[in-house]
């Protein structure tokens, strides 16, 4: 089956660091998401990976790995306003996207 | 970058009414919408697969003829629930995808959030 796993829930402090990680097993691999879903809201695009390495995207960093099936989202110079659910999702071999089921940052003071 | 609306944001329903989601590609083309549903602190799950001018592909579990997906338009696709009930309440959010670019190129509307009395 396919399955993509990420933690539950992370705490971080305002103005730190954190890495959010994905690891997934599909069937296929057409590329990487991470959106970003403020809670009542509809997910919003942060990044796209299809191929190994880094992408920086001013705060926001996201990185892949393929062979090991694993991606993660590195925000850095957190703000309250990053509170937030961050999803990883992987589009398969059909086009479809497979979802995991979130990651609720919370931020800190 | 390309906007996806969709209406209503809200609805309050009584149980056994049937309720029409609207989600429209305001800029551009959408050959593919997809519907799902999200319930709380859950991700999104997919509903089904709509093309347009063709029937949608329902996802394992979904009931077909319980929400109705007519995809007539490249810029419009509607879900309906029909005769709702409590445990349809939930929140439904479209996406479009940019028939034009590449399947990166995924919008989302903003949500209707449903609510069955």
């Known amino acids: 089956g396919q399955n993509i796993d990420q933690p539950t829930e992370m705490t971080a402090t305002e103005g730190a660091i954190v890495q959010i990680n994905c690891t997934y097993q599909?069937?296929?691999?057409?590329?990487l998401f991470w959106y970003q879903q403020h809670a009542g809201e509809a997910p919003t695009f942060l990044s796209y990976n299809v191929l190994d390495g880094l992408e920086e995207k001013g705060r926001f960093s996201s990185f892949l790995s393929r062979s090991k099936g694993y991606s993660y989202l590195l925000l850095k110079e957190l703000q309250m306003k990053d509170s937030a659910s961050y999803l990883c999702?992987?589009?398969?071999?059909?086009?479809?996207?497979?979802w995991g089921a979130g990651t609720k940052l919370i931020i800190k003071p | 970058g390309a906007v996806v609306s969709q209406h209503p944001s809200w609805v309050i329903c009584k149980s056994g009414t049937s309720v029409k989601i609207e989600c429209r590609s305001l800029d551009f083309q959408a050959t593919t919408m997809f519907w799902y549903r999200q319930f709380p602190k859950q991700s999104l799950m997919l509903m089904a697969t709509s093309n347009e001018g063709s029937k949608a592909t329902y996802e394992q579990g979904v009931e077909k003829d319980k929400f109705l997906i007519n995809h007539a338009s490249l810029t419009l696709s509607t879900l309906t629930v029909t005769s709702a009930h409590p445990e349809d309440s939930s929140f439904y959010i479209c996406?479009?995808?940019?028939?034009?670019?590449?399947?990166?190129?995924?919008?989302f509307g903003s949500g209707t959030q449903l609510s069955v009395l």
């Open positions: 996406s479009a995808r940019d028939g034009g670019q590449g399947y990166e190129k995924l919008f």
């Open positions: 599909t069937s296929g691999f057409n590329g």
């Open positions: 999702a992987v589009l398969d071999s059909n086009y479809q996207l497979i």
